[in-house]
């Protein structure tokens, strides 16, 4: 019985964590529906207590959800929507008062519905000071220009900042309740968080903590006052890895988008801590003359760019050079091209980590070292240990106490991002030759069978099964634009791959051919037999909708997409494609997320396949099986192409559409990105691993003007081999020359 009374007194927690702190949200009814859902989503889960929303008298949830409503509190005689809401703020501290004091919460808040609280560094901060003395947490204010000597405060007073967030001890709550009647009776602003700050110091004796600090923890966002807050657009803001509280972020996406970016911030911590604990075992292991597993040892390896160290000349790990815009690459990649997006938010976010260590003592060191801008550096991957950069750093040296100064230096950073453990699960596969044998047969009991066969073997089901009608009722329907000239055996390839990947699979698509007859009906045979494929191909889906339109006219590739286009209405979603073009079932999905009306087409970097004769692989032109099978040497990112488009009707039509003036190979692409580049809609352009662009013999036609002739000759060159293949044949061609 001893031992059982030590132990539950030994893992006995400090502090109940489901009655902590308890949090009030200031919200009226018709903000329920988006802020109020945006913080029950985000923030609210992770609170170590309670979270309730105030509004007005008998105000309900609209449209609610029956299994997770929003925990309202109606406080009687109260306009839900009055501003400035300071009946509203002390009858939610009566409430606290009356309700909670003595139910174990440490530590109550007072919050707007537009502040993101990041509750993990909250409860941190929380948890080191002693709740039972007055405290009276915020960011602090004295009012602004205009309100100075009108606030009846005076000399050393101050007030909590409503908008970040108020937190009251649970002392300092206790000193208040029994006088919040009589605080309402003295007003003497119309700022309710300037008569909150009042009550407080009149009857607990205390005023808002008055710190620097608090201006941190406590983040008024004030950058051209958007009322959102968007962490990726202040990448170097350092305020979004210490603030407790930010404020305002009135819009629900950018609440959404800054619990990710938080989210993302502890992942990364976690990772980093397991990665110091992975170097401890290793020297423990060291001392003990134990040995560790490989992954453990490749965690804990000590930090050197000679961790990886090449045999031979193959194996050497070849550097990319940065600039804040720019990056070289060595063959086979693009040479020189703008640093990407992913690239410059990794760097920024190692950079700021690199800055957090700099600065951990300077309050102490009385100096503090600002970030300027990263002058170049380098960057490999080891693909044993992970990510790797030298940076030339240019920093801003601040000395504050003593002889003050203010000095520019250069810093070389030497850093790497280890790799994180890896995860490994169980996914077992499924028989697809078994799966098509049973939807040719006409036994349910079969199928349902098989499937519960699938369901207890695993857990997850691969979406094989054509989907009903119902289930696509919803989801927007991809209209795919293909030019055609002569070419019918390509477009059968193509029409094989669509089916396998949309049309059996009942993924909302249609399909328009524009095939070019020709004006001397060079192509008129291949034109019917396109138009009896399609048919075909109509009666075998008939819920499909499958057109051609035959054009008597030389080939433009501009003049067929706008013809196709023209036969659809203003909201309809349309992709632009080629003939020689394989995509899979993943790609129309990214099309219509990826696509906004009036604000976002997108720009799909394929990948383009080498010549089958100097890949490596085969000697011959047949196509690779698996076309999806993207490594350095079986094809390159073509991005510089701008073919291949996801794009409304509207806004293609809005931006004037393609120049019908060029004619032949090319340009009419570069034309129409030029003029997305010049309008109101966003660029999305990202490499697309599940489009596919099949390699085929390319002709370039000599009567082209002097600016299409030289594209296509460049397009068609680039298509043969990389650079890291041709310089290893004109090796050994070397060395054959020399031997003979």
């Known amino acids: 019985m001893l031992a059982d009374e030590v132990h539950r007194k030994l893992h006995k927690p400090l502090t109940d964590r489901n009655h902590f702190l308890y949090i009030g949200v200031l919200t009226a009814q018709k903000y329920l529906a988006t802020r109020g859902r945006a913080i029950h989503h985000t923030w609210e889960p992770h609170v170590p207590g309670k979270v309730e929303f105030y509004v007005g008298e008998g105000v309900e949830e609209i449209n609610a959800e029956k299994k997770d409503p929003l925990p309202l509190v109606n406080l009687q005689s109260v306009q839900d929507d009055v501003y400035p809401p300071q009946k509203k703020s002390f009858l939610l501290l009566k409430r606290m008062y009356d309700s909670y004091l003595n139910s174990g919460y440490q530590w109550f808040m007072r919050a707007d519905d537009d502040v993101y609280i990041n509750t993990h560094k909250l409860e941190l901060f929380l948890r080191r000071l002693n709740s039972s003395e007055p405290i009276y947490l915020g960011q602090t204010g004295l009012g602004n220009a205009e309100e100075r000597g009108r606030l009846s405060l005076l000399h050393g007073e101050n007030y909590c900042m409503g908008g970040p967030g108020m937190i009251f001890s649970r002392e300092v709550l206790r000193r208040i309740g029994p006088h919040i009647r009589e605080c309402v009776h003295h007003l003497y602003s119309w700022h309710e968080d300037v008569e909150i700050s009042r009550c407080v110091r009149k009857f607990a004796g205390v005023n808002c903590a008055w710190s620097y600090q608090m201006q941190e923890l406590f983040y ?281 990947v949309s049309l059996s699979r009942g993924d909302p698509i249609s399909l328009m051919a524009v095939v070019f007859i020709g004006v001397d009906s060079e192509y008129k045979e291949e034109g019917i037999k396109t138009r009896d494929l399609l048919d075909s191909y109509s009666k075998r889906y008939p819920l499909y909708d499958m057109r051609q339109i035959p054009i008597n006219a030389k080939f433009s590739r501009g003049l067929a997409l706008e013809i196709g286009a023209s036969h659809f209405s203003n909201d309809s979603l349309l992709f632009f494609c080629d003939v020689d073009v394989v995509f899979d079932n993943e790609f129309t999905r990214k099309c219509r997320s990826n696509t906004d009306l009036g604000k976002r087409v997108f720009y799909p970097v394929l990948f383009s396949e080498f010549h089958p004769r100097f890949n490596g692989a085969d000697t011959s032109l047949k196509p690779r099986e698996n076309h999806y099978e993207l490594t350095e040497n079986t094809g390159h990112w073509r991005s510089y192409g701008y073919g291949l488009l996801c794009v409304y009707q509207k806004d293609f039509t809005e931006t004037g559409g393609f120049d019908m003036t060029i004619q032949g190979w090319g340009l009419e692409d570069v034309d129409l990105i030029d003029k997305f580049l010049g309008s109101k809609h966003k660029n999305m352009r990202v490499s697309e691993p599940s489009l596919v662009h099949v390699y085929h013999p390319s002709h370039c036609d000599p009567n082209l003007m002097e600016n299409q002739l030289r594209m296509c000759q460049a397009s068609r060159a680039s298509g043969i081999t990389s650079t890291y293949n041709l310089n290893r044949m004109w090796q050994l061609l070397g060395l054959n020359r020399t031997a003979s």
Request: no cysteine; charged share 25%; net charge positive.
């Open 220 to 500: 008024e966002h004030y950058t051209l006052r958007k009322g959102y807050i968007d962490p990726y657009e202040e990448p170097n803001n350092p305020k979004f890895r210490t603030a407790m509280t930010l404020h305002p972020n009135k819009n629900p996406a950018y609440q959404v988008k800054l619990h990710q970016f938080m989210r993302s911030q502890r992942l990364k911590q976690r990772m980093m801590d397991i990665k110091r604990l992975s170097r401890d075992v290793v020297n423990m292991d060291g001392y003990l003359g134990s040995g560790s597993d490989i992954e453990d040892f490749m965690l804990g390896s000590p930090l050197t760019l000679n961790r990886f160290m090449p045999r031979q000349h193959s194996e050497v790990l070849h550097w990319n050079f940065i600039t804040d815009h720019l990056l070289y690459s060595t063959p086979p990649h693009q040479p020189r091209r703008s640093t990407p997006n992913d690239w410059q938010m990794t760097i920024r976010s190692i950079v700021m980590q690199v800055m957090a260590m700099m600065n951990s003592n300077s309050r102490v060191r009385g100096r503090v070292i600002d970030f300027k801008q990263v002058g170049y550096g380098y960057r490999r991957v080891n693909p044993l240990y992970g990510a790797e950069y030298v940076l030339d750093l240019l920093l801003i040296y601040k000395r504050y106490k003593g002889k003050k100064m203010t000095i520019p230096v250069r810093r070389h950073a030497y850093l790497q991002q280890s790799f994180g453990r890896t995860d490994m699960y169980e996914n077992s596969p499924i028989d697809k030759d078994e799966i098509k044998r049973i939807l040719r047969g006409s036994s349910a009991n079969m199928l349902l069978s098989f499937m519960n066969s699938l369901v207890n073997k695993s857990k997850t089901i691969l979406s094989v099964f054509p989907q009903d009608a119902k289930s696509q009722a919803n989801v927007e329907t991809v209209n795919i634009i293909v030019p055609l000239s002569g070419r019918y055996d390509t477009f059968r390839s193509f029409m094989s791959n669509l089916e396998n």
